[in-house]
């Protein structure tokens, strides 16, 4: 959506293709791929996905004209929306902190191992909707550090509150896929900015090698987990 909001126009090529690629996705896993035992499902996840492609589209057309102050604050507004919402489904059904009192559960395989949906229809969703606003809170730390938006003494302790909430309830969840990736993500991220934050040649040669080792170990015990 980030992409989208770069032109002006919504309908030039690059918006173009960015939509040619959600709707390619949208008919590949639903139709292409679509398998006969779970036929309800993929149904449902396409009028989904429609829903959101046109949700895009009508969001990038409303603030095509936008000023990128008046976006940044769009992803400000959405961050706050998103976590409120988490927020109250973590107050409604708290989970006592059951996975992280046994983090064992993380790495267990069988499939009746305990995890926290917080009220979604399965732990997976939950995960989906957390990894949503720490992609969010990234995208505004970023936006932060370029001063393209600015945070007061009581929004920046919000946010990070709200961060560390979002965190638990992404460990609660158990989603080892989910948590990977966000690990993989924050490795990249300091791998990319290793050389700027670092004088020392010699610290930065051990841990570039270092960083790429843990998203490498991190992804191959997922799928052994996954296989066990």
Not at 35 to 57: E, R
Not at 123 to 131: M, Q
Not at 166 to 195: E, F, H, N, P, Q
Request: aromatic letters at 16%.
């Amino acid at each position: 959506m980030i992409c989208l909001f770069k032109s002006k126009g919504c309908l030039d090529k690059k918006n173009l293709s960015l939509y040619g690629i959600l709707i390619c996705y949208m008919i590949i896993f639903t139709f292409v791929f679509k398998n006969k035992y779970v036929s309800d499902y993929i149904d449902m996840y396409f009028l989904a996905f429609l829903g959101f492609v046109m949700i895009v589209y009508g969001v990038v057309e409303y603030y095509k004209n936008a000023s990128l102050s008046e976006i940044w604050l769009l992803l400000k507004m959405i961050y706050f929306l998103i976590f409120t919402f988490l927020f109250v489904c973590y107050v409604l059904y708290f989970d006592n902190f059951i996975v992280l009192r046994n983090p064992s559960l993380l790495i267990e395989t069988a499939w009746t191992r305990t995890r926290s949906s917080f009220g979604f229809v399965h732990a997976n969703t939950t995960a989906g909707i957390c990894t949503t606003c720490i992609y969010l809170r990234l995208l505004l730390i970023t936006g932060e550090k370029k001063e393209y938006i600015k945070f007061d003494k009581q929004e920046s302790v919000f946010l990070s509150i709200s961060s560390l909430i979002v965190l638990i309830m992404l460990i609660s969840t158990a989603s080892r896929g989910t948590i990977i990736a966000i690990v993989s993500l924050y490795c990249c991220k300091w791998y990319l900015g290793i050389d700027d934050k670092f004088v020392n040649k010699t610290a930065i040669k051990l841990l570039k090698p270092a960083l790429i080792s843990i998203v490498i170990s991190l992804l191959i015990l997922n799928i052994y987990l996954v296989d066990s």
